[in-house]
């Protein structure tokens, strides 16, 4: 009886519409006909596929470039980026989004191209933090 129960349990988590089952919460001896006896409400439980994470996401990568786009477009609007520097940072964002597509291409981001995607991440902060930095060029017309 025990190896059916295990299967069939084993079958419904598999399915993706696993429930938690309804246990009393008082044992089932003779009560006083005032207390009714309590029970816990069905719960559905999260189907196994949606605890593993995706194989091709990059949220901590894709929240950083964000963040460095926005810092590309402050810079040039306090000044401390002229079109040009901007246009050489946002090169390399695009560059960058091109190595993203070529990682996730075969469905999975391994370890090692997260790794070099990170180091292209971080690459690019410096740069865009170093261009800041910098004495402002002013563009003389003759």
Do not use: C, F, W
Not at 60 to 78: F, N, T
Not at 97 to 117: F, P, S, Y
Not at 130 to 136: N, R
């Amino acid at each position: 009886m025990k190896i059916q129960t295990l299967m069939t349990a084993l079958v419904i988590a598999a399915s993706g519409a696993a429930y938690a089952q309804t246990v009393p919460a008082v044992p089932a001896t003779p009560a006083a006909p005032s207390a009714p006896a309590r029970t816990m409400d069905l719960k559905p439980v999260a189907p196994a596929a949606q605890v593993v994470q995706d194989p091709v996401a990059t949220p901590e990568l894709d929240k950083h470039q964000a963040e460095q786009k926005k810092s590309i477009d402050k810079g040039v609007a306090a000044g401390q980026l002229n079109p040009k520097e901007a246009a050489g940072l946002e090169k390399r964002e695009a560059k960058l989004d091109a190595a993203k597509k070529v990682a996730k291409a075969d469905g999975k981001v391994t370890k090692k191209e997260h790794k070099k995607l990170k180091n292209e991440v971080n690459q690019n902060s410096e740069a865009i933090d170093k261009q800041k930095a910098d004495k402002p060029v002013i563009d003389v017309v003759k």
